[in-house]
T-cell receptor
Framework: DAKTTQPPSMDCAEGRAANLPCNHS???????VYWYRQIHSQGPQYIIH???NNETNEMASLIITEDRKSSTLILPHATLRDTAVYYC????????????FGKGNQVVVIP | DTAVSQTPKYLVTQMGNDKSIKCEQN?????MYWYKQDSKKFLKIMFS???????INETVPNRFSPKSPDKAHLNLHINSLELGDSAVYFC?????????????FGSGTRLTVV
């Protein structure tokens, strides 16, 4: 059962910021928002995760709305190597909660 | 040093054969996982082990049997291979099974059953 909704695909211009949306309207209080990506033929790669505060690391920034029902992953300067399927995943803190992948968002960075 | 390594990378075999895929992680993580990615690119969890103990067992045919000799290794043995088993199998690990820890994935094993 998908807990998140993402657009199936989007294009981004190389060198520009890429804003990837995700809806998770049924998120509960102890659930984190995770972002992973899968570049063609490779294993999924962890990008970032957060609970309610905005987060930033060397790869991306994560903006979570105040009601936590949606979030945006921001790739500050998209490169061709950022072309991948991006997965937004909601995962609980407690229990053996697995990382459940949905269909993801196929992001293509265009030169 | 590869954090999560799987062998073999490619495996082509005939229907009815038995095969194994090996996975090792050098991250000191307690929990390991097997995922299957089918031709439609859906990634689904199959099994999870925490400190050699099975904690997640999704609806997977009995022909699939994971084995964890120690917490750094999680192997997947598949009996009587079928055409539908063709997929890419990914191994992953995380520090613990609970909490907000990310997963580290291996590069995958592409299994083709002919």
């Amino acid at each position: 059962d998908a807990k998140t909704t993402q657009p199936p695909s989007m294009d981004c211009a190389e060198g520009r910021a890429a804003n990837l949306p995700c809806n998770h309207s049924t998120i509960s209080g102890n659930e984190y928002v995770y972002w992973y990506r899968q570049i063609h033929s490779q294993g999924p790669q962890y990008i970032i995760h957060g609970l309610k505060n905005n987060e930033t690391n060397e790869m991306a920034s994560l903006i979570i709305t105040e009601d936590r029902k949606s979030s945006t992953l921001i790739l500050p300067h998209a490169t061709l190597r950022d072309t991948a399927v991006y997965y937004c995943i909601v995962r609980g803190y407690y229990g053996n909660n697995r990382l459940a992948f949905g269909k993801g968002n196929q992001v293509v960075v265009i030169p | 040093d590869t954090a999560v390594s799987q062998t073999p990378k490619y495996l082509v075999t005939q229907m009815g054969n038995d095969k194994s895929i090996k996975c090792e992680q050098n991250l000191g993580h307690d929990t390991m996982y097997w995922y299957k990615q089918d031709s439609k690119k859906f990634l689904k969890i199959m099994f999870s082990y925490n400190n050699k103990e099975l904690i997640i067992n999704e609806t997977v045919p009995n022909r699939f049997s994971p084995k964890s000799p120690d917490k750094a290794h999680l192997n997947l043995h598949i009996n009587s291979l079928e055409l539908g088993d063709s997929a890419v199998y990914f191994c992953a690990s995380s520090l613990q099974s609970t909490g907000n820890y990310g997963y580290t994935f291996g590069s995958g094993t592409r299994l083709t059953v002919v």
